[in-house]
């Protein structure tokens, strides 16, 4: 036991749970199609085309290069069921990494970290991560083609990342891996968004790391503030950013009478420069985490950047192409879920059975023009009757959630 190494095993027995979650998954993966959103997530994958809002053009890459390992069409369900089952297996080994990291940090919090406590955090982490692979929703995930497993795989990982940052935090170069969690965050949005709701676990990494004394107070405002750069990311950065793109596209094409597109690429111009002068303006000055904060942005960009492949796919004029995101305002439409009815995440109505009516002051409102290309005049025109277009609930019978 004197030569016993933790990291040597730590590494050997987190890839032994990924042989192991891999062989299970492998073995029992379904052979073919399974019924519900399977089916179009394998067709729009292996021919890279447009599925269902709001996409995941990342997942439909990793499906189009999983497909080229079919010998024939009839295989090409089976081999992306197994992107799911490697998608999972790996969960499972950053599973396996990050109960190996909290187990330490607790143990050593306690005293030294003899080689008797060392095999019984690496066997821990090992039934732990083992008795994850064998769960009922997991496993289900992981032998069929949804986003799912990926997503999974996702917030394992930024898990993973989050508690490398608790590590190194205090290092010089500490940061490196929130901009490597700000990238995944990314990435997240080209698969699932389900990837974000790791975000509120890491800034409460942050403020255990950082507060050692814990109160009601801090606690609840620790917890806020996670979730309001969750909301941040999720409700107002991306889509913002979206809106100012559409609107910059509108404007040239409309009224300037430049070319379909142009308003994109002047913007997708603005944000290259305003990234480059905010970095180097924060670097010349010194302000370390105003340049963390603008590079974390970048990065957030740089993952989300996935998304290009739906205009791109979608102007190619694809077989299935749901919403034909071809340009800033339509994929605006895409991620905003428009062909969905309206859900209100904080305030909205009640459909008790004393209401049944329309809003007495306003009845109606506006609902969101679409726009469409038309190649006559070379501009954007609205196809959709949308003035007045919308009900609007009885704000009497409305309430919080």
């Not at 025109?381 to 309430?399: C, F, G």
Request: proline share 4%; aromatic share 16%; charged share 15%.
């Amino acid at each position: 036991m004197t030569h016993f190494s933790f990291k040597k095993w730590n590494t050997l027995l987190g890839w032994f749970s990924f042989l192991i979650a891999l062989t299970t998954y492998s073995l029992t993966v379904e052979p073919t199609v399974s019924f519900w959103d399977a089916g179009e997530y394998i067709l729009t994958s292996s021919k890279l085309q447009v599925g269902h809002p709001p996409g995941a053009p990342l997942f439909q890459m990793f499906g189009a290069f999983f497909s080229m390992f079919a010998l024939e069409p009839s295989q090409i369900g089976l081999v992306m069921n197994l992107m799911s089952a490697v998608a999972s297996a790996f969960t499972i080994l950053f599973m396996f990494w990050s109960i190996s990291l909290l187990l330490k940090k607790i143990i050593t919090l306690n005293g030294e970290f003899t080689p008797s406590k060392q095999v019984a955090v690496l066997g821990s982490a090992l039934v732990g991560s083992l008795a994850f692979t064998f769960t009922d929703s997991f496993w289900f995930n992981a032998v069929e083609t949804e986003v799912y497993a990926m997503a999974t795989l996702i917030m394992s990982v930024l898990f993973y990342l989050g508690l490398r940052w608790e590590q190194d935090m205090d290092k010089p170069r500490g940061n490196k891996w929130l901009i490597l969690i700000a990238f995944i965050i990314g990435l997240s949005f080209g698969v699932h968004f389900m990837g974000l709701l790791t975000i509120p676990a890491i800034g409460l990494i942050y403020y255990f790391k950082n507060y050692k004394t814990v109160t009601v107070k801090n606690f609840i405002v620790a917890n806020v503030v996670s979730v309001a750069i969750l909301l941040f990311i999720f409700k107002l950065l991306l889509p913002n950013a979206l809106k100012i793109f559409s609107a910059f596209e509108i404007f040239f094409v409309n009224s300037i009478g430049m070319p379909f597109n142009s308003g994109t690429i002047i913007a997708g111009l603005v944000l290259i420069a305003a990234f480059y002068f905010g970095i180097k303006y924060t670097r010349d000055k010194n302000y370390t985490h105003l340049n963390t904060a603008i590079l974390c942005l970048m990065f957030i960009f740089i993952g989300f950047s996935s998304w290009l492949m739906l205009p791109i796919r979608a102007n190619a004029n694809v077989v299935i192409n749901e919403n034909d995101p071809s340009d800033a305002r339509e994929l605006l439409a895409y991620y905003n879920l428009e062909q969905y009815p309206e859900t209100h995440l904080f305030y909205g109505p009640l459909f008790t059975d004393q209401y049944s009516g329309l809003d007495e002051n306003e009845p109606y409102v506006d609902d969101k023009p679409n726009y469409e290309k038309d190649y006559e005049t070379g501009k954007y025109v609205i196809i959709n009757d949308w003035k007045n277009a919308k009900q609007n609930y009885n704000h009497e019978h409305a309430s919080i959630l």
